[in-house]
């Protein structure tokens, strides 16, 4: 659930906490072996160009994923964030002392972490350097125990879990 588009400013939380208080239920029910879920306040207001918004869509966006996290390492389990584009971090640009808003997509590096309290799921593997947003899916994949020669053969992307010389990430 979330808001109309036209009104995406004046509710920069959006639906941040009904999403985290959902997937914490649904968590704690022992029923899945993974969620996925997106929380869209930063990207959407960043294209909005309204900058105290997205800040506060950010904030929104910490105070949902925390406890999400949390709850994945509390339950012995594995916590993936990844970010779609690096928008919200350049909401506002100095070129030559000038400011422009940017509220278009972005060629930045954005983020992928994993946290886990599952050590086996990545015995011998490591995250390499860089990798492209085609990445995420297989990378994710391997992380859930899908062998690669299983994964669409028409896929661009190639998982970001490489072997290493020392246990884990």
């Given at each position: 659930?979330?808001v109309?588009d ?24 022992g029923?899945?072996?993974?969620i ?12 909005m ?11 929104a ?8 996290m ?13 970010s779609?584009?690096g ?36 015995k011998?593997?490591k995250?390499?350097?860089e ?6 899916a ?32």
């Open positions: 659930p979330s109309d036209s009104k995406v400013a004046d509710y920069p939380e959006m639906a941040s906490k009904e999403i985290r208080d959902y997937v914490l239920e649904q968590m704690k029910t029923r899945y072996d993974t996925i879920t997106n929380i869209p306040p930063p990207d959407m207001l960043t294209h160009g309204v900058n105290p918004a997205t800040i506060k869509g950010i904030e966006t910490d105070r949902a994923a925390g406890p999400i949390q709850q994945a390492l509390d339950q012995k389990g594995s916590a993936v964030i990844i779609d584009h928008s919200a971090d350049r909401v506002i640009e100095v070129i030559d002392g000038i400011e422009y808003d940017d509220v278009a997509h972005t060629d930045r590096d954005v983020p992928f972490m994993i946290r886990t309290e599952e050590p086996q799921r990545l011998g593997l995250l390499k350097g990798g492209r947003l085609v990445d995420f297989p990378t994710i994949l391997m992380l859930l125990g899908v062998d690669s020669a299983d994964m669409p053969s028409d896929w661009d992307g190639k998982s970001l879990l490489v072997p290493s010389e020392t246990e884990g990430v």
